[in-house]
Every structure is written in structure tokens, then in C-alpha cells.
């Protein structure tokens, strides 16, 4: 006789994310935090972009509009430049640390996926299916290394 081989899903920390272990939920879990973080900073860079495009633009304007205070206040704006492009720069090399946390996450799922991460002795599609779920509810594939 055959065996049906039903994949085992379980549930972790109140979420709703249906894994075949214990082990790859949290896994996937410390992924998912880590990846939220990431484009959080990813768009808190995207602000300081056009908030440190503003400022230039303002300082090479103020000068033309404000003919008598307009250099005074070009060299106060290029203060507030300077240091919003300090900021900027930390919080560049911040989104790039994340990135890499994510990106090592997301390889080492990606490596799990392609041997086979589930408790069954014979084939099954929990991987296949968890991709799946992954890529409908979160947006992020795993069929490929990039996550860009």
C-alpha cells in the first residue's frame, strides 16, 4: 500500500504563517522582522533623498529671490545641508547593514527551501507550498536569490 504524505503545518507565536516546523517558522519569523525593518529605513532614506534635494534646491533659489538676506540665508541652509547630509549618510550605512541582514536571512531560507526543510521521509510539496504562500501574502519571492 501507498502512503499519502500530508504536510504537516503547524503554527507559531500567534501567527498565522504555516510552516512545517518549528525551527523554519522561527526562522522565517526573525526574516520577516528583520525585512520590515529594512524597508522601513529603506523609506526613511527615500525622505531624507528629498528632503537633502529640497534644501539644495533652496539654497541655490535663495539667493536669486531674497537679494539683500539672500546669502545669509544660503550659508544657514548650507549648515542645516550639512548636517542633514551627515544624518543622511548614517542613516545610509544603517540601510545597507539591514540590507545585508536580509539579504543572509533570505539566502540561508532560500538554501532550506532547495534541500527540503519538512519532517516527511518521502517527496513532498511543502516547499513548493510555502513559496507559494510567501509570494501571495508578503510580496517576497523565494524562487530566485535577489530580493530586489
Not at 45 to 73: A, H, N, Y
Not at 92 to 102: G, I, K, Y
Amino acid at each position: 500500500m501507498g502512503i499519502i504524505c500530508q504536510p504537516i503545518l503547524k503554527t507559531i507565536e500567534n501567527q498565522d504563517i504555516p510552516v512545517p516546523s518549528e525551527r523554519m517558522g522561527h526562522l522565517f519569523c526573525e526574516f520577516l522582522g528583520r525585512y520590515n525593518e529594512w524597508k522601513a529605513a529603506k523609506v526613511q532614506e527615500m525622505i531624507w533623498i528629498f528632503i537633502l534635494l529640497f534644501l539644495g534646491i533652496c539654497i541655490i533659489l535663495l539667493p536669486w529671490f531674497l537679494l539683500g538676506r539672500g546669502l545669509v540665508m544660503s550659508v544657514v541652509m548650507l549648515v542645516i545641508f550639512y548636517f542633514a547630509s551627515r544624518h543622511y549618510l548614517e542613516l545610509n550605512e544603517q540601510v545597507s547593514h539591514l540590507f545585508v541582514n536580509v539579504h543572509i536571512l533570505h539566502h540561508h531560507l532560500t538554501g532550506k527551501l532547495e534541500v527540503g526543510f519538512c519532517e516527511h521521509l518521502e517527496p513532498c510539496q511543502c516547499a513548493e507550498n510555502f513559496r507559494r504562500y510567501v509570494i501571495m501574502n508578503y510580496n517576497i519571492s523565494f524562487y530566485n536569490p535577489s530580493l530586489r
